[in-house]
């Protein structure tokens, strides 16, 4: 168990940290899910729709070093491909 004043801190801090990734990785999937749907359902204007809805959080997960760039990109090419292969 923590017993100095600044390890209280930081398990205070890392629990806090830990509530706001969760939420931005759960943010993340969410839209991911929703250009997939899209896509599976064959409506390319909601796919696009929700494929720019999802890049900028997906990025921003990757600047706040929630989620590996490689992966995200990985992802990111995916799905682009996914949504233009929609005729």
């Known amino acids: 168990m923590a017993n100095t004043p600044q390890a209280k801190k ?6 806090a940290r830990a509530l706001v990734n969760k939420n931005r ?12 749907a899209a ?12 494929l720019k809805a999802a890049q900028p959080e997906m990025a921003r997960s990757v600047a706040k070093g929630v989620f590996h760039k490689n992966m995200v990109a990985r ?4 799905l682009t491909k996914s949504v233009k292969a929609i005729a």
């Open 25 to 36: 990785v759960s943010r993340v999937r969410t839209l991911v899910k929703k250009v997939e």
């Open 10 to 15: 930081r398990i205070r801090r890392n629990n």
């Open 75 to 78: 992802k990111f090419s995916r």
């Open 39 to 50: 896509v599976a359902a064959g409506d390319k204007d909601a796919a696009t729709a929700a």
